[in-house]
């Protein structure tokens, strides 16, 4: 009996250690497997805040600019600005989009006009892998909207009693007598092309609804499987379980001392690992930002909270009105490689030091004190190959130095071969100086970069002046 109690007493404490084991190490394990959350967002006013800007989080909380905190995507349609980016994943994650408000305050164009006559268009770029981005296209969604004045602030949800896109934005518009802000949408199965607009949701009298997010909740949490956050005087939540039926008043967040008039932009996330959600609102009254309110049910207004003190980071640019991702570990991946924060840096001439390499008009050439953006480019690993070298442009994200008919241009990556082939270059010691360096064509080992009368050209290199013009510093 003696011996058959030790047995089972080593079984247990084995059993007891392994549980215990499991239970030390798996969330540890776990935690460091989980993909993170992608933010699509814009930082501020003026041409280049108001852009489109990705942050990466591993917690949801703790957020770090990606691509060195320049712009990722950058508009060059319409107003050429954009603000409330919608990142937008198809059900088969095998497409994704980013819809965006087509508006630039400060470029041409102020709140008065921007609300009574502004952009009816949309701004709306596509990708297959959320890398590689197409050009952006307009989408008129407010055109077909009688005497609509505008289109602000979209947002875009799959909805599968219909096997499509519920597309919903704001549009300023007279009704009976009453011109203010209402809700509308439209079906879209592309984002090219939208069925006829109709209201979605209208405030009494005349106070005005903008700022709509819908987050969808798994079933087992609260009685609603949708809940809707609007900006409305008032952060209020509704509910329903359907997304264009009938919706409930769920209360609102004054109850924590948020209001309409200090924040705005309502930003929903669910963090991956526990049934709590983060509804991100920003504080633009105080000019500050995001911040999150987290909440364990996101249909009962009571359970809201505000953050504590140091409990999140929202990295050095400001976070304003966008969206979040929660991305898969494939997805996280293919971003955190495309946008990392590979320095911004220039391009000096060897023989005329006083010169940079720039691009103007999409043209490229050498131009003397050029510190700006035009001047500025990414050497991201070659798109063609590895051990090489291509140019990304700082203020055109997704464009790289190119040759076509061995002339330069800066030219939108098409994703084909044969421009990954183009924007490819092998960095090589200089060669009128091997303390300075030459880059010769990947796909023409033949030829250098090198400057004729100040233009960027592709040439074979075979006397000094040439080996002078093809020799360039790398430098900040």
Not at 437 to 453: G, K, L, M, T, V
């Amino acid at each position: 009996m003696s011996a058959l109690r030790a047995r089972l007493s080593a079984i247990l404490l084995a059993a007891c250690l392994l549980f215990t084991g499991q239970a030390l190490t798996t969330p540890d394990r776990a935690a460091a497997a989980d993909p993170g959350y992608l933010m699509a967002h814009f930082i501020g006013e003026g041409a280049t805040g108001q852009q489109i800007y990705f942050s990466h989080s591993t917690d949801g909380l703790n957020w770090r600019d990606l691509n060195g905190g320049g712009t990722t995507l950058r508009s060059t349609v319409g107003t050429r600005g954009v603000r409330d980016p919608a990142l937008v994943r198809s059900p088969g994650g095998d497409k994704y989009w980013i819809i965006a408000t087509d508006l630039c305050i400060g470029c041409g164009q102020n709140w008065d006009t921007a609300i009574n006559n502004g952009s009816r268009s949309l701004v709306v770029w596509e990708s297959t892998d959320l890398v590689r981005w197409s050009e952006p296209w307009l989408l008129n969604v407010a055109g077909a909207i009688p005497d609509g004045r505008n289109a602000w602030a979209p947002e875009a949800i799959w909805n599968p009693a219909t096997n499509d896109y519920v597309l919903y934005w704001a549009t300023n518009k007279p009704v009976n007598g009453v011109k203010k802000h209402r809700i509308h949408y439209a079906h879209t199965r592309d984002f090219r092309a939208i069925t006829t607009p109709r209201i979605y949701i209208e405030r009494p009298g005349t106070q005005e609804i903008i700022d709509t997010q819908i987050v969808e909740v798994p079933a087992g949490v609260g009685d609603h499987r949708y809940v809707r956050a609007s900006g409305d005087g008032q952060i209020t939540l509704e509910g329903s379980n359907s997304i264009l039926g009938t919706w409930t008043n769920l209360g609102n967040l004054s109850g924590i001392g948020l209001t309409g008039s200090q924040v705005e932009g309502p930003m929903w996330m669910k963090f991956r690992d526990r049934n709590e959600w983060t509804l991100y609102l920003d504080q633009y009254a105080s000019g500050r930002g995001y911040m999150p309110v987290t909440t364990t049910g996101p249909a009962v207004s009571g359970t809201y909270r505000l953050p504590a003190s140091g409990s999140y980071d929202m990295g050095g640019t400001k976070k304003r009105h966008g969206s979040i991702l929660n991305l898969t570990a494939a997805e996280e991946s293919r971003v955190l490689a495309r946008w990392s924060n590979t320095p911004a840096q220039r391009l000096q001439s060897y023989n005329f030091q006083d010169r940079y390499v720039r691009h103007a008009d999409f043209d490229v050439r050498i131009d003397q004190n050029i510190t700006g953006p035009d001047a500025q480019f990414r050497l991201r690993p070659g798109l063609a190959g590895s051990g090489t070298v291509s140019f990304e442009s700082v203020n055109h994200p997704g464009y790289f130095l190119r040759h076509s008919n061995y002339d330069f241009q800066l030219a939108h990556n098409d994703g084909t071969s044969q421009f990954a082939a183009d924007a490819t270059f092998r960095q090589v010691a200089g060669l009128a100086d091997s303390s300075w360096s030459s880059f010769q064509s990947y796909n023409h080992p033949d030829r250098y970069i090198r400057h004729y009368a100040y233009e960027l050209r592709l040439d074979p290199i075979t006397t000094a002046t040439a080996r002078s013009d093809a020799t360039f510093r790398v430098t900040s």
